[in-house]
């Protein structure tokens, strides 16, 4: 008989997704990374690189194809995935250090969730007492959470992937730990982002869906773990929806008049391209009209929430540096030109 | 204040042991509690943790009951992952820490570890009474058992009271608008909800009382 799904996922065992996922990643790129079962982290191929400043990154897992899709050339050098939406442990973070660190320091990347910050924590202090320099930059871009003593803070989303990037190619081109940290902050501090969600998504182990959307709504500043956003409007047309999205992040970016933008429209997994592609559509009008010049822009599916069908937005303020960094060549499994 | 009664290594495995019987038969009851203002996974994270705990202690059994607790808690910090991984994981290391090397306890000493434990898990998370976090449970129960031993009451009626009292901050979560943790990106529509950590604590918390009580 065959294996009971109820959310009808591809699954043998639900308990071994993460490790056999990431299994499969290796098996498909192996001229650019490997997946170390043991330590349960992917590091890149050519790790460690010596006098090269390392960045690695990792928070739960069903976001793909964050991090591990990220690591290659150009950008991580090694990710730690934890179980499905579940922080991973320090261990996994202190392992993925050690063997990336080429004598120039190791950048960690971490987004704005309470047990990511609590791990990374950890397994930076216990990196720094086996002698290596870490810094940690935090990521957390989401204008649908208020930054305010009543909230863990904003938190971290579309941001992380142009981080990664951008932080990736200075890295890549012999920036030292400092810059190549202050890299990170300068891309965060100048990203915003807000997304949208038309449906729950299922976690494997649970087999439910994490809320329930009646018929013909939208759930409005949702994260990247299936939970709730702040509140539900019933759902008008694409526009009215990008009228919404486009409103949160510049009222909070505030851009200056005529801001070169990186737009990245993203899927929440389980909306198709066509779709995405309509949104920037949207996007890319809305922010002409606003007098403001998208030059740079990404669209698919990078940052996830597993089946969840929802787009987010992230704007990111760009500069001539950041241009050079976003253009410089990367070869990764899910973002790759120039190389 | 008199206790009559020693705790030792046996005390503390079996606190592990109540404690893994209680998040997996209460797993999808957490599931569901995190589901509602989380993501739903907290009930699965501490069944893998507790069941770590479990396994780990299993070979230890010379070993002091501090140096037991220590070993839960860096077992927590390595299998859980999420917050909840970091905090049970100090939490139980600072306790361990108050009973050094020592091959017995007694009810002021236990008093002691639990207060450690607060106060590292109050120091990482930075929450409060009142944040809608397991602060909410912990913090009465530590304080009550200490009121109750002071009071002379005996250590399983003290623990008993505790464990009430934990439970009684637990439900008090309800009405409260998170503050701290993925709940408190919901602002108001976290209102209304029990909070899973709170829960999860509360059934530690009663673990403890039936660990010594089966002993006692």
Known sequence: MAVETKARKFLNNPADLVAESLAGLAAAHPDLLRYDAAAKIVVSKGAPKQGKVALISGGGSGHEPLHGGFVGIGMLDAACPGEV?????PDQMLA?????????????????????????????EDAADDGIKVTSIVIDDDVAVQDSLYT??????????????????????GADLATVSDTVKRVNERARSFGVALSSCIPPASGKPIFDLPEGQVELGIGI?????????????????????????????????GARLLAFVNGMGGTPLIELYLLYHEVDRKLRAAGLEPVRNLIGSYITSLEMAGASLTVLELDDELIRLWDAPVHTPALRWGI | MITEQAMDAATITSWMREIETSVRSERDYLVQLDAAIGDGDHGTNMVRGFEAVVQALDGEAAAPPGRLLILAGRTLVSTVGGASGPLWGSALRSGGRVLGDQPTFEGGQLVEVLAAALASVKDLGAAVVGDKTMVDALEPAVDTLRTELAA???????????AEAAETGMRATV????????????????????????????????????????AG
């Not at chain 1, 939406?85 to 442990?89: K, R």
């Not at chain 2, 002379?152 to 505790?162: C, F, H, K, Q, V």
């Open chain 1, 85 to 89: 939406f579940t922080s991973p442990v």
């Open chain 1, 96 to 124: 993925a250090t050690k063997a990336v660190d080429g004598g120039a320091g190791v950048v960690h990347i971490v987004k704005n969730y309470t047990g990511d910050v609590l791990n990374f924590k950890m397994a930076a």
């Open chain 1, 152 to 173: 863990a803070g904003r938190r971290g989303v579309g941001a992380t992937v142009l981080a990664e990037k951008i932080a990736g190619a200075a890295a890549a081109g």
């Open chain 1, 225 to 257: 773990h299936g939970e709730p956003g702040r509140r539900r409007e019933s759902l008008g047309s694409a526009s009215d929806v990008v009228d919404v999205m486009v409103e949160a992040v510049l009222s909070d970016l505030k851009p200056a008049k």
């Open chain 2, 152 to 162: 002379s009451a005996p250590l399983a009626t003290a623990l008993g009271e505790a």
């Open chain 2, 175 to 214: 009405p409260l608008q998170a503050r701290k943790g993925r709940a408190s990106y919901l602002g108001e529509r976290s209102i209304g909800h029990q909070d899973p950590g709170a829960t999860s604590t509360a059934l530690i918390i009663r673990a403890l009382q039936r660990a010594v009580s089966a």
